[in-house]
């Protein structure tokens, strides 16, 4: 399963290029004082953190 497969993280924009993840900078997930909204970050930050951790346990030979 990749990061982008789940559809909160589709709906917020997150793309993903081999192990990286990138948020697009867009007006629909900007908050009141026009900066990216905290939730998206954090939804960014959670896929992130979840491709490390496939790539490194993934990588194990049992």
């Known amino acids: 399963m990749k990061a982008t497969d ?24 900007h908050n009141h004082i ?10 960014l930050a959670k896929r992130s953190r979840v491709c490390i951790y496939n790539n490194f346990f993934l990588s194990w030979k049992v």
């Open 34 to 43: 026009d900066t990216i909204h905290a939730c998206a970050q954090v939804t």
């Open 6 to 29: 789940i559809a909160f993280v589709q709906l917020v924009g997150i793309k993903q290029n081999e192990n990286h993840l990138s948020l697009e900078n867009k007006k629909d997930i």
